[in-house]
């Protein structure tokens, strides 16, 4: 069965300093991963994705994630944290084949940016 | 170019009432989702439309809730006799490839 693991509810940064939000997925078979962000009452965006190409991708903003297969790990980065990355974060696989193609979520990760 | 379109943004609306719920894709995209995001449950999947066909509606909570598709384009999320359970936002997404789907900015649906 694919589904994913966010390991924090909520992660807190100064502005200036790296961000780092976990991601442990399960997945029967090679997975396409995605990354999600969604600001205060707005709708999700997709910030990157991993489709068996690279291993490490690279989003917007700043963004990136590494796929590590021998970890099933697909933890997202940047390097300086900026005020208006405050959101909230969704790590995401996709269920895709026979009769189905579906986004299965995971709880979320609150990112908070202190000045 | 347009994104995805939802409508109403808000709709309040009374315990075992009907409503419906819009969403326009994206001009060209063949693939039509519904996902629902509610405090308690996160977000989840519903429904998901290849043209005008379901293959797998497997996320439908109850037999309350039905959704259809015409022409390819605009679908309609239909939840009869409203319960309180089911206030949360209503989201819509569209794809022209699969591993790519792009939402739109969601209905809040409440039950009083």
């Given at each position: 069965?694919?589904?994913?693991?966010?390991?924090?509810?909520?992660?807190?940064?100064s502005e200036g300093?790296?961000?780092?939000?976990?991601?442990?997925y399960s997945s029967s078979y090679s997975p396409s991963l995605f990354w999600y962000v969604q600001h205060p009452n707005k709708g999700l965006q997709l910030l990157l994705k991993y489709t068996s190409a690279a291993t490490l991708v690279k989003g917007i903003n700043g963004f990136e994630a590494e796929f590590k297969k021998s970890e099933t790990s697909f933890h997202l980065t940047k390097p300086s944290a900026h005020m208006s990355d405050a959101a909230e974060y969704f790590c995401v696989v996709?269920?895709?084949g026979g009769a189905t193609n579906k986004l299965i979520f995971g709880t979320g990760t609150l990112l908070a940016v202190q000045p | 170019g347009a994104g995805v379109s939802q409508s109403?943004?808000?709709?309040?609306?009374?315990?075992?009432?009907?409503?419906?719920?819009?969403?326009?894709?994206?001009?060209?995209?063949?693939?039509?989702?519904?996902?629902?995001?509610s405090l308690g449950q996160g977000l989840e999947f519903l429904i998901y439309f290849q043209g005008n066909s379901a293959p797998d509606k497997s996320g439908l909570p109850s037999d309350r809730f039905s959704a259809e598709r015409t022409g390819g384009s605009v679908s309609t999320l239909t939840i009869q006799?409203?319960?309180?359970?089911?206030?949360?936002?209503?989201l819509c997404a569209s794809s022209l490839i699969p591993h790519e789907q792009y939402f739109g900015p969601g209905t809040r649906l409440t039950v009083t």
């Open positions: 069965a694919q589904s994913v693991t966010q390991l924090d509810s909520h992660v807190s940064v300093t790296p961000v780092l939000l976990r991601c442990n996709t269920l895709y | 109403p943004s808000n709709k309040v609306t009374e315990k075992g009432k009907d409503v419906e719920l819009r969403c326009d894709p994206i001009s060209g995209h063949t693939a039509l989702y519904w996902y629902r995001q006799r409203t319960q309180q359970e089911d206030s949360a936002v209503y």
